[in-house]
């Protein structure tokens, strides 16, 4: 491949690049009033960023699950292989597995093209993606293949992530190389990209549609490269056409002329936008928009309801476009300071309350007895020393704990969450804070902070039982608590 300048991207004042201080500063506020769950945003004018934030215990350096963001970098790895000559995006996407192919085949499924998987229209009614996690065999390609097609491919839109995931295989199949080893070398290194993960389906296939975790930075990286029409430095990293073709409207989804951003058209795995605007946006409040006109990139990290997508667009569209200017315009010093020293101070806040309880010293260090529940723990036990609480868990893998700290985060890892839908399995890093919020119940907040997640933990203590509460802020699924009951062993109640 080649090396490219991965410095830094260069900080400039936001009147510098035409932009107002004053309007940046009420982004950032409507943000914080009206959807509360943002986690970081980078903004990119003229080359360079202009402001940029880290909600604590966020922090620049952590990297986060980007969830559908993932498909416009698939996007990209397809782009790549097709300008190498691994393939076109007119063949037939049959062609690719002859051993998965179906006993019997109809002509939908025949018909479906690479372009179909690009534009999501391959002919499905409905997410495919149940059709691969829940094949028996654990092969996601027979499964896709096995979901009932009801629309020529081409003709109907529907958002498949099923279909993106059909287009990782396809460049893992044909370059022969892991998804992120195949962009590795092509695009993350030139960006100076380096904490790009994927996670894989059971075959050792890159997710394609999710799975993809990269910082911020690396984002409004990745928004910029397409801002610059697929050039880096002095390189063309992508093919201009590509990038073209991939950010045009190349299949409508709706009524154009609705003020909604879901509905103004798809390209090839990225969806276009109002004021000529285009995205990549992932579930829970991550994208890279790209606005052209205004020659801007916006990268955005959160944790955000799904109904709250449309509501933060609007603030884009309400705040940031129009103050954004072609020249320079004149500096504001009291305002250019206000703004620095609100995004040198975002935080969400600590679980709130008081770090002693009467009842705390009755319960430190006693071992509750957790009856059956879907977590898997079997035992729990708090102990309250100084400034942090030690919740200790045990559960058929091992034991495990979590500290929390009173008006602080602590740092740990856990596994606790590992089989919860869309998180990687194993260990993953968090950060913890607890206080007690009545005189008998004791309230933690444990963020999986590379993710969108964060669990509520509330424990209420009754004489020798304890109840658990355990909330998560967002799903795809149902978010109804999970319930645990438990009680002291005998031998320590007497």
Not at 229 to 236: A, L, N, T, Y
């Amino acid at each position: 491949m080649f090396t490219t300048n991965v410095d830094p991207l260069e900080r400039s004042a936001p009147e510098h690049q035409g932009t107002d201080s004053s309007a940046l500063l009420q982004f950032v506020e409507e943000l914080e009033r009206q959807i509360q769950e943002v986690h970081s945003f980078m903004l990119l004018r003229h080359g360079r960023v202009v402001a940029e934030g880290w909600w604590s215990p966020y922090k620049p350096e952590y990297p986060h699950a980007l969830f559908s963001v993932s498909k416009s970098v698939t996007s990209t790895a397809v782009g790549l292989a097709v300008m190498e000559g691994r393939f076109s995006i007119e063949d037939p996407v049959l062609s690719f597995f002859p051993e998965e192919k179906p006993p019997e085949v109809s002509d939908f499924l025949a018909a479906m093209s690479v372009r179909h998987l690009l534009t999501m229209s391959t002919g499905h009614a409905a997410e495919t993606l149940s059709y691969l996690i829940d094949h028996p065999d654990g092969n996601w390609i027979k499964g896709f293949f096995h979901a009932p097609i009801l629309h020529a491919p081409g003709t109907y839109f529907a958002y498949n992530t099923g279909a993106t995931y059909m287009l990782s295989a396809i460049v893992q199949k044909t370059t022969g190389l892991r998804l992120i080893d195949y962009l590795r070398p092509r695009l993350f290194e030139p960006l100076g990209i380096k904490k790009g993960t994927w996670q894989e389906s059971p075959q050792g296939i890159a997710l394609g549609g999710y799975g993809l975790s990269m910082t911020t930075e690396d984002v409004v990286r990745f928004g910029l490269l397409y801002l610059q029409k697929g050039r880096w430095d002095d390189h063309q990293i992508v093919p201009e056409a590509w990038v073209e073709a991939s950010t045009s409207l190349q299949i409508s989804n709706g009524d154009l002329s609705l003020p909604h951003d879901s509905v103004q058209g798809y390209g090839y795995q990225f969806w276009r936008c109002r004021y000529n605007a285009y995205r990549a946006s992932g579930v829970f409040g991550q994208y890279c928009i790209v606005m052209p006109e205004q020659d801007a990139v916006l990268a955005i990290t959160g944790g955000m309801d799904v109904f709250e997508d449309q509501k933060l667009l609007d603030f884009v569209w309400k705040f940031l476009v129009p103050a954004m200017r072609p020249e320079s315009i004149p500096e504001n010093g009291t305002t250019q300071e206000t703004l620095t020293r609100k995004l040198s101070n975002l935080s969400l806040p600590p679980v709130q309350g008081i770090s002693t309880s009467a009842v705390s010293s009755q319960i430190s260090g006693q071992t509750y007895a957790v009856d059956a529940n879907e977590l898997q723990i079997e035992t729990i036990a708090l102990d309250f020393v100084g400034s942090v609480c030690s919740m200790k868990f045990k559960t058929p893998g091992g034991e495990e704990t979590i500290s929390c700290g009173y008006d602080s985060w602590y740092e740990g890892h856990t596994t606790l969450f590992s089989n919860t839908p869309w998180l990687p399995d194993g260990s993953v890093p968090v950060v913890a804070s607890g206080a007690w919020t009545t005189k008998d119940s004791f309230t933690t907040v444990v963020r999986l902070y590379e993710t969108p997640f964060f669990y509520t933990l509330v424990f209420y203590f009754l004489d020798a039982e304890m109840l658990v509460e355990i909330q998560v802020n967002v799903s795809l699924d149902s978010i109804k608590p999970i319930l645990l009951t438990a009680h002291r062993w005998e031998s320590e109640a007497r």
